[in-house]
């Protein structure tokens, strides 16, 4: 079973920020936060991930609360083509306990 | 760097029928896992392959079995199709160094009908 509890649909006005939740109350203290998103029936796409600090790519921010029971990922302009499934994923870097368990995700549409 | 590739892109096969899948991993990465995905449905973790042996397994039938070959790259082999293994395969390869793995990173998928 996912590890992660999204919200099942978001709308975001293009050019605004989008900002998708994730709570992972139960995630352990090795295990990583992961976001990986899914345009109509391609590949996941990994966006980024993180342990404890927040971050930033090219792509987006990662926001993870102190306490690691949730996250927010942030993307800062939102465009048309960033219209995806967003999956949250806890995962151990372990070898062994590398699986990806992906939940049912946020599906998130940007309106022009 | 080359990414992850897959092939062929869609399949269609009948019932009873066995099915090979293929996935070259992104350059400098020897670990693969492969995944199922049904229609409206989130990836479900098939198995991984790490120097040629299975390591780890999802509550998938024995029918389901794959191989890593020496340049990492992997095959998945479902025998005895049924209608529900119609789905989309993934493909994702990652490092492992040290014990642990990195990110894994996904193919494009093929698309698997079985009628």
């Known amino acids: 079973d996912a590890k992660t509890t999204q919200p099942p649909s978001m709308d975001c006005a293009e050019g605004r920020a989008a900002n998708l939740p994730c709570n992972h109350s139960t995630i352990s203290g090795n295990e990583y936060v992961y976001w990986y998103r899914q345009i109509h029936s391609q590949g996941p796409q990994y966006i980024i991930h993180?342990?404890?600090n927040n971050e930033t790519n090219e792509m987006a921010s990662l926001i993870i609360t102190e306490d690691r029971k949730s996250s927010t990922l942030i993307l800062p302009h939102a465009t048309l083509r960033d219209t995806a499934v967003y999956y949250c994923?806890?995962?151990?870097?372990?070898?062994?306990?590398?699986?990806?368990?992906f939940g049912t995700g946020t599906r998130l549409t940007i309106i022009p | 760097e080359t990414g992850v590739t897959q092939s062929p892109t869609h399949l269609i096969k009948t019932r009873g029928q066995q099915v090979t899948l293929r996935c070259s991993s992104q350059?400098?990465?020897?670990?693969v896992s492969w995944y199922q995905q049904a229609l409206g449905q989130g990836p479900q973790f098939i198995f991984q392959?790490?120097?040629?042996?299975?390591?780890g397994r999802g509550n998938f039938p024995p029918r389901f079995s794959g191989l890593q070959f020496p340049n990492y790259s992997s095959e998945l082999n479902v025998n005895a199709l049924e209608l529900d293994d119609s789905a989309l395969y993934l493909c994702a390869s990652s490092s492992l160094r040290g014990g642990s793995t990195d990110t894994q990173y996904f193919g494009p998928g093929t698309r698997l009908t079985v009628l």
């Open positions: 350059s400098g990465h020897n670990t």
């Open positions: 993180g342990l404890k």
């Open positions: 392959y790490y120097r040629e042996e299975e390591n």
């Open positions: 994923i806890v995962r151990d870097h372990n070898f062994g306990n590398e699986k990806l368990t």
